[in-house]
């Protein structure tokens, strides 16, 4: 199929002035330059014109090029402009280059991977290791390099490589950052590893004219056409599961001041059908819309609200603005190209060129000609690579290792916010293997992440590394035992793994289901609608917890002094709540319940045959008692300056008009707490303007980026020079945490914490 302006066969290099050639049009739609799906859009060629068939018109091309083997490569390398592959490439590695920093957390290489750090860590593959601290700097160096690189087409392979293999090494490196976005940008900098992205808008074109502003063949927007698509269409997919399609995945998100419907619908109403059922329509259909002519306006506003959107609801990094990023795509090629010619001419001579692409050999000219290998070689990697994607999100059959309640892994299956948990409860137990002694250590000692409450395979990991930990701490062939309550969009809370297992022994392995992983109570989900009335019809010191346990199991609970008034109440099954200072048991049944002694330790063991569900009701007695004695305080102030007060204040209360306490007097606690809750309102409606907000961000992203740099520059100078002394490295690390005294009294300051010794 021709091209606009080519010639029919394989097209040479001009040897000379011999040679005579068309003059240069105007680029416009044609067989080459695909407009929408993964075909071109109209335009010239055989078959255009208004015969053109409804194929060709809403996929751009005919049905009969996928018909032959070779008709479907001569499709895939059409002649396509490179401006919007070479616009995507730009935006994706400017937003790689600020990813680094910030989620890939170069910033924070040294709270991570400090040498001699007792830390548990969780690679992929267990021969993956850390390397020493100022290697680790070292490595993130030359990913940011490669991703500056890749934005401005400079040694466009190198730098695509510079970036993919240490982005990939530190992904594997530690599961408990794995998410779908970080995998996508795996994938995209790896496709784009193959294709000719630096062909316009690159430094690389400057200095190689055969490359400058010359076609890419058409199979290298359909692979990142499919790509997205894939991403749109498969989480739209994992949607129609019954817990998203009933509301219960997001069921809070509803509260967000961006849902302004809120206004006008209930809580609940806007959650299921803008939350849930907007969601949903939106990601199963923006893919098919993006691809077509007629609808992708009307997508692209979509997507773009939408992505928008959520990069206020989710920190989730550049991932949004790579989604923006990606919309392009879908557009005709040529769109950057039409919006540079709209650019003053005196400020063209700085930017890419606005002239048609030129001929490129990676492309196929004409209907006939020969194929060369490299062309069969592009188009059967194009299409494994496709069936690659749809097989991977539904290939968990074969790792059911990493299967618990959800499928695993972690970041392929596109399920994106399908699932939400909340953790109520979590016990690490270890046995002394040779005196048998009993501890309890703190949940997540000798970590940096909280995922692995969620995957038995990081709990596999995780007890491994503390039996080889607490030797050190004389604790002898150390047995772990695991008690982690969660619920999962909305459910009871209940046991994710056996408690009665010693992990460390416990079978595991990637290919077989987890035995010591529980089941998951779907038989109970009917119970979430009448959960949600009974926590819906409790005050703001009231708070309820639901319960579901296996037969044989017990659950062992302490009631806080500030809990006063406690009780439990069995919905289902049987229950025996041993009071264990007491010495007393008490046997409940469905319907009855009991109050609970504060201050004191409690077993509630399920006897029945079935699993047993119940709740316990807590009233904050003492939180009640003190939003009471503030409220007393706000009322006899309001009486004192309006003079209805009976008497004057004691000088004990005398600052709660704003005067100095008298000398010799002792200051109320009460009175303290209720200036500092008024003065930390007062600092928040003054930094609650856009401007302080902003304000904010840019000092906290300033302070990331900085440190990157000025850390970085110490390893490197580690690496060549050697360290210097303790003391002047500590002195350089300090310039390097500094940071504006105003935002170290904010909230910008805070820092992340590293593993420290073990509460055993």
Known sequence: MAAAGAERGQPRAPSGPARRRRPEQTPRPSAAEPGAGPGAGPGAGPGAGPERSVARRLLGFELRDLSRWHRFVRLLHRPTDPAALGAFRAAFGLLMALD?????????????????????????LPALRPLPLDGMYLLYAVMLLGALGMMLGCWYRLSC????CPY??????????????????????????????????????????????????????????????LVYFIAGLKKLDMDWVSGYSMGSLARHWLFALRLLLSEQSTSLLVVHGGGLLLDLSAGFLLLLDATRPIALIFVTYFHCMNSQLFSIGMFPYTMLASSGLFCHPSWPRRLLTRCPRWLRGGLPSTRPPRHSPDCHYGARGGLRPRQHLAAAFTVLYVLEQLFLPYSHFITQGYNNWTNGLYGYSWDMMVHSRFHQHVKITYQDGLT?????????????????????????????????????????EPRIYFDIWVSINDRFQQRLVDPRVDVVRAPWSPWRRTPWVLPLLLELSPWRQRLQELE???????????IADFPGLHLENFVSEDLGNTSLRVLRGEVLVELVEQQRNHSLREGDGM?????????????????????????????????QNLTRLQELRERARNGT?????????????????????AADPLVALLLRRERRERERERGAGLGQRLRRFLRRKLHLFRRSVLMTCISLR???????????????????????????????????????????
């Open 436 to 476: 048998g002694d009993v501890g309890y250590l703190k949940p997540g000692v000798f970590t940096q992440s909280r995922r692995w409450k969620d995957h038995a395979d990081m709990l596999k990991q995780y007890a491994t590394c503390l039996s080889q930990l607490l030797p050190r701490y004389n604790i002898s």
């Open 100 to 124: 680094v920093p910030q989620e890939r957390g170069m910033a924070l290489l040294d709270r991570r991977f400090l040498d001699g750090l007792e830390v548990c860590r969780f690679p992929l």
């Open 645 to 665: 007060a009976p008497e004057p204040l004691p000088p004990e209360l005398r600052p709660l008009l704003g005067e100095p306490l008298p000398p010799g007097a």
């Open 168 to 229: 990939w090494y530190v992904l594997l490196l530690d599961k408990t950052s794995w998410n779908n976005h970080s995998y996508l940008y795996g994938l995209l900098a790896f496709q784009l590893t193959f294709m000719g992205a630096d062909r316009y808008g690159s430094v690389d074109g400057l200095f190689r004219p055969q490359k400058r502003n010359a076609h890419v063949p058409l199979w290298n927007y359909t692979l990142l056409r499919a790509q997205i698509f």
């Open 536 to 546: 819906s019809s409790l005050d703001g010191h009231t708070d309820v917890v639901f």
């Open 718 to 760: 580690n690496l060549a020079v050697g360290r210097p002394p303790p003391q002047r490295l500590a002195q350089e690390l300090a310039f390097a945490d500094w940071r504006p005294e105003e935002e170290e009294g904010g909230d910008g300051g805070a820092t992340d914490t590293v593993g420290g010794d073990p509460e055993l």
């Open 161 to 164: 490589v510079a970036f993919l």
């Open 595 to 627: 109050q609970l002694p504060a201050g004191q330790y409690h077993k509630v063991h399920t006897v029945s045959a079935e699993p047993s569900c119940y709740l316990y009701l807590y009233v904050n007695t003492t939180a009640r008692a003190l939003e």
